[in-house]
């Protein structure tokens, strides 16, 4: 299908014919369009764009990534379809391993993946070594790489759900997750959770990335240090707040141009 620019949903619209084309060639299972609606519906309630809550997050999250010992990126069907190639280039600006972890786990879709990643440039990518558990964790995203996920000190879940996120947090591991709703149990547990689009989150931390480079580790340490993410969480939800307000708000206005109700 072929979408015109100037479609006011055109950005949107090509996320959606990404994914059914990610399903199609056996990438995305068909559960992953259910999850990205749910995560469209909170973005919609962003306004469609990264708020200063999520940008300080990334901040926070390219810190943690760059003082890792073993930074890793955990990579499932709609992260690969959606944001497979600024994945990649993130990875390569913070050194960081590329894991493919699924939870509708099948040997034929995982080589897909991994060979779709490589397919978009990327070196190397685990996931497909299943030598590792992660423990208390009773579903296939508990199997993965010993020298990725299992051995990571701070790792990136994008697009996860609650009870790997869990998990990995009483490993000890730094999490950093990527999800639309503030109030889920991922964006609840993580130790830093950035609420925006997959896409706009890794285009924004290739940036950051950039510009952190040339800071000391005593650096990195002072922003990971300044950054709360429960207080975090609360900005997100009185940002959405206060725009829905602000949207009705003139809606009433527009309803009732003379100021009579």
Same mark, same amino acid.
């Given at each position: 299908m072929k979408i015109p620019h100037s479609h006011p949903r055109y950005e949107s619209l090509i996320r959606r014919e990404k994914l059914a084309d990610g399903v199609e060639r056996g990438l995305?299972?068909?559960?992953?369009?259910?999850?990205?609606?749910?995560?469209?519906?909170?973005?919609?309630? +962003?306004?469609?764009?990264?708020?200063?809550?999520?940008?300080?997050?990334?901040?926070?999250?390219?810190? &943690? /990534?760059?003082?890792?010992?073993n930074p890793v990126i955990s990579v499932n069907g709609n992260t690969a379809v959606l944001a497979g190639e600024e994945v990649i280039e993130f990875a390569k600006e913070i050194n960081a391993k590329i894991e493919v972890n699924i939870f509708h786990r099948t040997e034929e879709r995982l080589r897909k993946l991994v060979n779709y990643m490589k397919s978009l440039g990327a070196e190397r990518i685990y996931g497909l070594e299943a030598n590792a558990k992660i423990p208390g964790?009773?579903?296939?995203?508990?199997?993965?790489?010993?020298?990725? +996920?299992?051995?990571?000190?701070?790792?990136?879940?994008?697009?996860?759900?609650?009870?790997?996120?869990? &998990? /990995?947090?009483?490993?000890?591991k730094i999490v950093i997750a990527i999800d639309l709703n503030p109030l889920s149990r991922t964006a609840?547990?993580?130790?830093?959770?950035?609420?925006?689009?997959?896409?706009?989150a890794f285009r924004n931390m290739i940036t950051i990335a950039k510009e952190l480079k040339s800071m000391s580790r005593e650096e990195l340490e002072e922003v990971l240090k300044k950054f709360d993410n429960k207080e975090n969480l609360n900005r997100v939800l009185n940002y959405i707040?206060?725009?829905?307000?602000?949207?009705?708000?003139?809606?009433?206005?527009?309803?009732?141009p003379s100021g009579k109700r």
């Open positions: 995305v299972h068909i559960t992953g369009l259910i999850a990205h609606g749910r995560g469209e519906a909170f973005d919609y309630l +962003i306004g469609e764009t990264t708020i200063p809550p999520a940008l300080e997050a990334e901040k926070a999250a390219v810190a &943690a /990534l760059m003082l890792a010992k964790l009773d579903q296939p995203r508990s199997i993965c790489s010993y020298e990725g +996920i299992y051995s990571a000190d701070v790792i990136l879940v994008p697009l996860e759900d609650g009870d790997r996120c869990e &998990a /990995l947090v009483k490993m000890g609840r547990t993580a130790t830093i959770t950035i609420v925006d689009d997959v896409t706009r707040c206060k725009r829905l307000k602000s949207i009705y708000k003139s809606s009433l206005e527009d309803s009732h």
